[in-house]
Nanobody
Framework: QVQLVESGGGLVQAGDSLALSCGAS????????VGWFRQAPGKEREFVAA????????RYVDSVQGRFTISKNNANDTVYLRMNSLKPEDTAVYYC????????????????WGQGTQVTVSA
């Protein structure tokens, strides 16, 4: 069983940056594809970014391309989402997720989820 814990959310102003972290307990991220998703009030959970299990491939939703970066530090077994030039429309609860051995942007294919961290961007 993999337990994921996100951290790093907060209240920032438009144009600011934040870095979210996702740590795993119970197992390492080795051989796991990882993704970040977000859910704003009254909206469906949406894909934000994904990193392949081998770290070689990334994918982003168009709205964050060029502003957000997903990465993984194998030394401390942590996945990051660096968010720059934040906009009010980025306000949401952000979730990290993991799935063994595949690279996908589909939430339903992820096996393990964190509890989420709130990101609020004021205008």
């Amino acid at each position: 069983q993999v337990q994921l814990v996100e951290s790093g959310g907060g209240l920032v102003q438009a144009g600011d940056s934040l870095a979210l972290s996702c740590g795993a307990s119970g197992r390492t991220f080795d051989n796991y594809g990882v993704g970040w998703f977000r859910q704003a009030p009254g909206k469906e959970r949406e894909f934000v970014a994904a990193l392949s299990w081998n770290g070689y491939s990334t994918r982003y939703v168009d709205s964050v391309q060029g502003r957000f970066t997903i990465s993984k530090n194998n030394a401390n077994d942590t996945v990051y989402l660096r968010m720059n030039s934040l906009k009010p429309e980025d306000t949401a609860v952000y979730y990290c997720a993991a799935v063994a051995g595949i690279f996908t942007t589909t939430p339903a294919r992820y096996t393990f989820w964190g509890q989420g961290t709130q990101v609020t961007v004021s205008a």
